[in-house]
């Protein structure tokens, strides 16, 4: 999805399809959160590709009846999950390092990341989480034992 993420950033216009032979939620939940207009399975593809072309092309997102459940199902478990369940390894890592008092620059040399990468995910983290600032991010950390108070 890394991919799919460069090239919106490059350039945020295309409408990328996602052709794949993975079916699990998560596979599919990361395609359409990177930005991805439409997920397709590859033992599907051949009969829906020409009806997805022209939905992405006419600006409209296009999820077959399999992926459309998958989708439901995924939402709807997450909305009686915790906050700190949908976070990643890497964004729990970077959660952990802003804890510790590390500058974006710091928390780069350490993960092989640059600062404007660490930049970009402190600020998905505090989306994510429903806080507006540093503080409240430390907060989070602290009140689900991420970071010991000392």
Known sequence: MAVTRQVLAARPTMAIVILSMHSSAQHVMQALEAGARSYLLKENAGREIAETVRAVHLGRRHLSGRIAEIVAESISNRRGARPIDSLSNRERQILKLVC???????????????????????????????????AGLIKFAILHGLTPLE
């Open 100 to 134: 510790d008092g590390c500058s974006s620059a710091e928390i780069g040399r350490i993960l092989g990341l640059s600062p404007k990468t660490v930049d970009t995910y402190r600020s998905r983290l505090m989306q994510k989480l429903q806080v507006a600032d540093l």
